[in-house]
């Protein structure tokens, strides 16, 4: 999951690595806080055990692998609010 270069080690900015480490983060600890192992997220989910082990390494895995997770977490809607926000064009557009 760590790469040679990622900016935000040295700035405040979001980028793919550091929105990937967060969400592994946060995948891993709310699946200790249910209690659940690995290996029992991979049987409730349907996803193999080698696949939550490698996404909890290394953040791969394929969306629909991941949503099947987020289903068993109960945290299924938090995908319905990607790609929602409105693309601002003009600052006349923006409601700070």
Do not use: H, P, W
Not at 29 to 48: C, F, H, I, T
């Amino acid at each position: 999951m760590k790469s040679n270069f990622d900016i935000s080690v040295f700035v405040n900015a979001e980028t793919e690595q550091s929105v990937l480490a967060e969400l592994v983060k946060r995948e891993r600890q709310r699946r200790k806080d249910l209690r659940l192992s690995q290996k029992e997220m991979a049987v409730r989910s349907g996803v193999s055990y080698a696949s939550i082990r490698r996404f909890e390494a290394t953040g791969e895995i394929s969306l629909s692998s991941l949503l099947k997770i987020g289903s068993v977490m109960d945290c299924l809607s938090d995908f319905n609010g990607l790609f929602k926000n409105k693309i601002i064009t003009n600052l006349k557009d923006y409601n700070a």
